[in-house]
């Protein structure tokens, strides 16, 4: 177990609609990324938080967004979905947002969009 | 063509072997490297890294980076049933885990 928490574990929704997913990171950890798994993209970088600010962004889509709270868990927002949305999605936490290569991954949330 | 190509596989072997796996890459500012092991419907977890070029070795595992040849590899002595897993190589130019950038991962079964 690595310590990062992600709800829900599965989601399934319809095209057009609205998701949001949860992930609590490790104790102490002040950063969170969110990385999105596909089969034919891989695991790629979407967006980091720092300390309740945004730290980096990746390949997140204008429809994607992230925000991370003051207790420091972090949501990530999906919009007017798209079939190709359907993917995991990993949240990670490290120590710092800077210079921690060591990033612990969540189980994921599985989304399918039908 | 993707930054870091790795063999997806699949790899399947008898336990006992010695596994070999691969990734090579583009990008010359890389400088940090390391090897993630995915089991089914598991998030990734950090098995080795390294920093530039040289030989790391952990137990039963050695990973090696020749940034010569922009070429790293993961080698698994005595693998076992339990090593069966998606294993993805992951680089970085800074070291800032935001900025990994990730193989596609080689699927790994090793049979008792």
């Known amino acids: 177990d690595s310590g990062v928490t992600q709800t829900p574990k599965h989601l399934i929704t319809a095209t057009g609609q609205r998701v949001t997913l949860r992930c609590s990171p490790r104790s102490g950890d002040l950063s969170v990324y969110w990385y999105q798994q596909s089969l034919d993209q891989g695991l790629q970088f979407l967006i980091q938080y720092y300390n309740g600010e945004e730290r980096a962004k990746g390949n997140i889509l204008e429809r994607f967004s992230a925000q991370q709270f003051p207790d420091l868990h972090s949501e990530l927002n999906l919009s007017s979905l798209e079939l190709g949305d359907s993917a995991l999605y990993f949240c990670a936490s490290s120590v710092d947002g800077f210079s921690s290569t060591e990033a612990f991954f969540g189980q994921g949330t599985r989304l399918t969009v039908v | ?112």
């Open chain 2, 1 to 112: 063509q993707k930054e870091v190509e790795q063999d997806p596989g699949p790899l399947s072997v008898p336990e006992g072997a010695i596994v070999s796996l691969n990734c090579t890459y583009s990008n010359s500012a890389f400088q940090y490297f390391m090897w993630y092991r995915q089991y089914s419907r598991k998030g990734p977890e950090l098995l080795m890294y390294t920093y530039s070029s040289g030989n790391k070795e952990d137990g039963r595992f050695t990973a090696q980076v020749d940034k010569s040849s922009k070429y790293i590899s993961l080698f698994i002595r005595d693998s076992q049933p339990s090593d069966s897993a998606t294993y993805l190589c992951a680089m970085s130019v800074s070291g800032s885990a935001r900025q990994l950038t990730f193989g596609s991962g080689t699927q790994l079964t090793v049979l008792p």
